[in-house]
């Protein structure tokens, strides 16, 4: 696996310069003991708030590795002392953090509770966002990348990259109103954004005189830090367009065929062969996004990079939807206010949403929360006892049936059985809150959670 930039010293980015400028962490390594030694620990990506599932951990020395489990929890037998811990995950590879490390605590004693962490959110800020002040009112977020010509090689400096998103202060706003940050690439053909809005999609696009990509869709993330790597074609010329080959897929990988195929920012459309494969000339090459459609199917949009020599090989996805027919069902029950505006915000894609399927795949209610983006739980001292953090670990606020609740060890959340439990609502701040759960001067997380009893009440 490819060493990220975190750590790799052959990288010349001024954005991984600031983050290997901070000191390297880590005490002298002790001679290695040949005894027997044993490690649990857990994988945590702290940018989300939620363990890494699926971590590989490798114990130095020994070379003893480790899945970690749903959980985030790992196990490692040793023949000798182990002295440091170095992991890889899918998900810090692509950040390009690369590796994840650990070494052991000073002292003879075993080694306790070993935590593999991604950075905090805060640690970022603070190494790339070097001299600003990270907003408080949830436009924290940082995006960052590369721009490389469609030779797929060659920097692009000096372009213009456009971010543009749709802002969300409450839920009562009706007219959209969008925001957007311009910067440059640098010298190396980096960049970087700061205080981007933490959720929710955005749009970015490339440009200058003889470059250019089309609007990207830079996807929701649970951590604030996410990265988009952009590919910029040329303006005019031979290289400006290249021909891209594929084939439309549904979720099982099989064929699909007569399903129209699109690409952003080009308007000639093809539809798939019978074999569901596709050939299609011309295309402008650089960074636009690709999908399919076809009755019968979700349309899954993604991003595709079209270099100068063309694209074989692409595989365009395609899910199957469900069918429902639909019937007229005459019932007394009427929905109350609060199941009507659940399934509202559920709808609008505003906050996150979970719903009792969620709470059944685990045995405890704190459990169940712990895996879900953007809180943490804090035991207190009494067993089941705990209390609800958001990103910055402040102290979420929380609502239970519309009423609030005092977030204290013993608060109703923990008291609650979790098959009680209808639906969680998380939002990331206050802003981002429906005003009736806004609480003034509290820019912390908001979880709202909706007992059975109370959303199926018939009125």
């Not at 009706?174 to 957007?180: G, H, L």
């Not at 007229?328 to 206010?337: A, C, G």
């Not at 739980?377 to 005092?406: H, K, Y």
Request: hydrophobic share 40%; aromatic share 6%; glycine share 10%.
């Amino acid at each position: 696996m490819r060493r990220g930039f975190w750590q790799a010293a052959a990288v010349s980015s001024i954005v991984l310069a600031r983050l290997m400028s901070a000191p390297s962490v880590g005490a002298q390594v002790a001679p290695v003991s040949q005894r027997p030694d044993t490690i649990r620990g857990l994988a945590y990506d702290s940018l989300a708030f939620r363990p890494m599932a699926g971590a590989l951990i490798t114990a130095e020395p020994g070379g003893e590795s480790a899945a970690s489990d749903s959980l985030g929890r790992f196990t490692i037998y040793s023949r000798m002392r182990v002295m440091r811990l170095v992991a890889f995950h899918e998900r810090a590879d692509r950040l390009g953090l690369g590796e994840l490390t650990a070494t052991r605590p000073a002292g003879d004693g075993p080694w306790e509770r070993a935590i593999v962490a991604t950075p905090g959110m805060n640690t970022a800020w603070a190494r790339l966002c070097v001299g600003q002040r990270r907003p408080a009112n949830g436009m924290g977020g940082i995006l960052f990348g590369s721009t490389t010509a469609a030779d797929g090689a060659t920097r692009v400096a000096g372009v213009g990259l456009v971010l543009q998103w749709q802002a969300v202060k409450s839920l009562l706003d009706t007219t959209p109103t969008f925001e957007s940050m311009t910067v440059r690439s640098d010298s190396l053909g980096n960049y970087l954004f700061c205080g981007v809005q933490e959720f929710g999609p955005a749009a970015l696009v490339a440009s200058s005189s003889q470059f250019r990509s089309d609007n990207v869709l830079v996807e929701a993330d649970a951590a604030s830090l996410r990265r988009v790597d952009l590919v910029l074609g040329a303006t005019g010329g031979p290289t400006a367009t290249a021909t891209v080959q594929g084939r439309v897929v549904d979720e099982k990988g099989a064929s699909v065929p007569a399903a129209m195929v699109t690409f952003g920012g080009f308007a000639t459309e093809i539809m798939s062969g019978p074999n569901g494969r596709f050939t299609i000339n011309n295309v402008p090459t650089g960074s636009r996004m690709v999908s399919a459609r076809k009755i019968g199917y979700v349309t899954v949009t993604t991003q595709l990079d079209v270099l100068e020599k063309g694209v074989t090989g692409l595989e365009v996805l395609v899910e199957k939807g469900t069918l429902v027919e639909q019937v007229n069902v005459r019932s007394t029950r009427i929905k109350s206010r609060d199941a009507t505006e659940l399934d509202e915000r559920k709808a609008s894609g505003l906050g996150r949403f979970v719903d009792s399927t969620h709470f059944a795949k685990y045995d405890r209610t704190r459990q169940a929360l712990d895996l879900l983006p953007g809180i943490r739980t804090q035991m207190g001292r009494a067993p089941g006892d705990f209390v609800i953090r958001g990103r910055s670990d402040c102290m979420a606020s929380l609502w239970v049936n519309g009423v609030r609740e005092p977030n204290t060890p013993d608060n109703m959340i923990a008291r609650l059985p979790k098959d009680e439990i209808a639906a969680v609502e998380i939002f990331n701040n206050e802003m981002q809150a429906p005003a009736r759960f806004q609480t003034a001067g509290n820019q912390c997380a908001v979880v709202v959670l909706w007992t059975k009893q109370h959303i199926n009440a018939k009125r």
